[in-house]
């Protein structure tokens, strides 16, 4: 089976960063315009499936995806964003300005921080390799389409690679960037990460 792997569009705090997590954003104009250019992409494949995380920003990004595929898309709360806890809606500067040392761990120990009142990133590769394995059971010699955030799909990367959430910042995921993944007897390979191909037009 093959595996799909996208992040949403662009939203307003993508553009001016700020941590996200379960903020409800909608894409602005240029994320509806990435989601579209994915979903052209995606249409080069027969696909079975698609799953999406069930917050605005990957919901608008799936339901642009499954247009030309005559599909619904099917939610998926193992793979919703990681919970930031306190640090929602803070930008990145705010973080470090109140948070100094765990911001600092966050940028250098990332698989040892618990977001205050949050999630850490083991608590995140729990539920979304969980997911993800019973989609694989389930959709077999089939291609499926996830539609998460950019966490999440570092996580799942790591995950699929074998390699433990220490690696997390040696994954990039750009925005509307698509992953494909082969799982055959189980064991996946990779075929293309943080595929941006689709977005040239639009720069």
């Given at each position: 089976m093959r595996l799909i792997i996208g992040r949403h569009g662009r939203t307003e705090w993508n553009r001016v960063e700020r941590f996200r997590g379960r903020a409800e954003l909608e894409l602005d104009e240029v994320g509806i315009k990435?989601?579209?250019?994915?979903?052209?992409?995606?249409?080069?494949?027969?696909?079975?499936?698609?799953?999406?995380?069930?917050?605005h920003r990957a919901l608008t990004t799936a339901e642009i995806l499954v247009r030309p595929l005559s599909l619904e898309?099917?939610?998926?709360l193992g793979i919703i964003d990681i919970d930031y806890g306190e640090w929602q809606g803070l930008s990145p500067e705010e973080?470090?300005?109140?948070?100094?040392?765990?911001?600092?761990?966050?940028l250098n120990s990332p698989h040892e921080v618990?977001?205050?009142?949050?999630?850490?990133?083991?608590?995140?590769?729990?539920?979304?390799?969980?997911?993800?394995?019973?989609?694989?059971?389930?959709?077999?010699?089939?291609?499926?389409?996830?539609?998460?955030?950019?966490?999440?799909?570092?996580?799942?990367?790591?995950s699929l690679l074998g390699l433990d959430n220490s690696h997390f910042w040696e994954i990039t995921q750009d925005v509307c960037a698509?992953?494909?993944?082969?799982?055959?007897?189980?064991?996946?390979?990779?075929?293309?990460?943080?595929?941006?191909?689709?977005?040239?037009?639009?720069?």
């Open positions: 990435q989601a579209e250019a994915a979903a052209n992409r995606v249409a080069e494949w027969q696909i079975a499936a698609v799953y999406s995380s069930p917050l898309v099917r939610l998926l973080a470090a300005a109140n948070y100094g040392n765990l911001y600092s761990k966050w618990k977001f205050p009142g949050g999630e850490s990133l083991a608590d995140v590769r729990e539920r979304a390799a969980s997911a993800v394995d019973d989609l694989i059971i389930q959709h077999p010699k089939e291609t499926i389409v996830l539609v998460s955030h950019k966490v999440l799909c570092q996580i799942l990367i790591l698509i992953n494909l993944f082969e799982v055959r007897g189980g064991v996946p390979s990779t075929l293309f990460i943080n595929d941006t191909c689709h977005l040239k037009a639009l720069n």
